[in-house]
């Protein structure tokens, strides 16, 4: 499966793998809901996003991590990256016009 909950550590780690697209948008938003809210149990916890296995990822997931990330800013949910976004992945989304990533501080 392209995006799976791993909560293992002191952590919870939401793994994207693959193509991420439209296919596992309905599972990539849940986990997303269920990490980031604070009366889930185990509130309060970290939440971090795996970027380093995705091959291709599409305008639907990158919006949802968007939104996650702006959520989690302006609800002071602790959301993080696990690790940087694959070269070619990152670099292909910013020749479609993309000047910054999710969980990515560069601006292109």
């Keep these: ?31 997303l809901l269920e990490t980031l809210n604070p009366d889930c149990p ?5 939440t971090r996003i795996s970027l380093a ?4 990822i599409d305008i639907t997931a990158v ?6 990330e702006r959520e989690a800013q302006s609800t002071g949910q602790p959301l993080a990256s ?9 670099e292909l989304l910013r020749h479609s016009g993309f000047s910054r990533l999710p969980f990515s501080a560069d601006a292109a």
Excluded at 42 to 46: P, V
Excluded at 63 to 68: D, G
Excluded at 85 to 90: G, I, L, S
């Design 1 to 31: 499966m392209p995006v799976h909950l791993d909560p293992a550590g002191d952590a919870l780690t939401i793994r994207l793998e693959g193509d991420i697209d439209i296919g596992c948008a309905a599972t990539l938003h849940r986990l």
């Design 42 to 46: 185990g509130a309060n916890h970290a």
């Design 53 to 56: 296995k995705i091959n291709a």
């Design 63 to 68: 919006q949802l991590l968007w939104a996650a």
């Design 82 to 90: 696990a690790d940087a976004w694959p070269a070619p992945v990152a």
